[in-house]
Nanobody
């Protein structure tokens, strides 16, 4: 059974940093495209960053230069380093794993609140 477990969310002041982690199990981590999505209050879920098995990365324009996605294959974990956080980054952040052919898995989400 595939499990994606996020951690690292919390309350942070504007300008601060957080690192989100997503530990994967029950899946072939090395062949999955991993991504972080977020859902701000009252809005739709949106892609934040993704990393392909080739390690190529993609970022939403709103987070370029501030967020970094990375993976540790030895730990089956994907990270999202978030620096220079803004109030508009407040959202529930979700980890996603996707495979060619359409299989798609989601974590339960972790709350990030950016507020003074």
């Amino acid at each position: 059974q595939v499990q994606l477990v996020e951690s690292g969310g919390g309350l942070v002041q504007p300008g601060g940093s957080l690192r989100l982690s997503c530990a994967a199990s029950g899946m072939n981590f090395r062949t999955a495209a991993m991504a972080w999505y977020r859902q701000p209050p009252g809005k739709q879920r949106e892609l934040v960053a993704s990393i392909a098995p080739s390690t190529s990365t993609n970022y939403a324009d709103s987070v370029k230069g501030r967020f970094t996605i990375s993976t540790d294959n030895a730990k089956n974990t994907v990270y999202l380093q978030m620096n220079g956080l803004k109030p508009e980054d407040t959202a529930v952040y979700y980890c996603n794993a996707a495979y060619l052919g359409g299989r798609n898995y989601w974590g339960q989400g972790t709350q990030v609140i950016v507020s003074s």
